[in-house]
C-alpha cells in the first residue's frame, strides 16, 4: 500500500500543475475579452490597429485611471537622459497588448511629436517594456517625458543598453499601433 502513495501524490501535483495552467490561460482569455469601459479622464494612450477589444470606434482609450487599474511593475534605473538613479512605475506593454487582445506581429510606438519606433512582439514577450507613468512616486507630466515613456531597466541588463534599445525608449508615448 505504502509504494501507491507517491504515484498518488504525483497524480495529484500533475492535476494541480494541469489545473493551475488551464486556470491561467483562462483567465488571460477572460482578461483580453472583457469589455473595455470608456475613459473618463484624459485619454492617454491609445491603442490601435489588429485588436479584439475596443471602447472607441475600433480602437482602445486609456485614461490614467484604467491605466492605474492595470497591473503595475516598477523598477530604478539609470538612463542616458536623466542624472542619477530613478524609479518608474507603469503598466508592462505586453499586460497591456494582452488586455486589448492584439493580434499583430508588431507594434509601432508613436510619440507626440510623431517620432515612432517599430517593435517586434517578440521583444515584448521578452523584455520588461514599461509604459511609465509614475517616475519618483510621481504622475509624469508633457514638459518631463510624460505622460508616458516606455523604459526598460537598463542598470540590471546591460543588453538593453545600446542604440537599438535606446531608440525605442519613446518620452511622450501616446499611441500604439498594432500591424
Sequence with gaps: MKPAMPEVRGRR????????LLLSAWSSLLFAAAPLS??????MLTV???IAV??????????????SAL??????TETPWTEGRHH????????????VGAEGAEVRAVALNEYHYDIERELVA???LLLTTHLDGQPMKIRHKGPIWLMLPLSDHPRFSTKRYHELLIWQLNTLDVY
Design 88 to 99: 518608474f512605475r507603469g503598466v508592462l506593454l505586453s499586460d497591456l497588448l494582452r488586455r
Design 13 to 20: 501535483s500533475l492535476s494541480i500543475f494541469v489545473f493551475g
Design 54 to 67: 475596443t471602447n472607441a470606434d475600433g480602437k482602445a482609450e486609456f485614461d490614467m485611471e484604467m491605466l
Design 126 to 128: 521578452e523584455a520588461p
Design 38 to 43: 470608456a475613459p473618463q479622464g484624459r485619454v
Design 48 to 50: 490601435t490597429g489588429k
Design 71 to 76: 497591473p503595475q511593475h516598477e523598477f530604478s
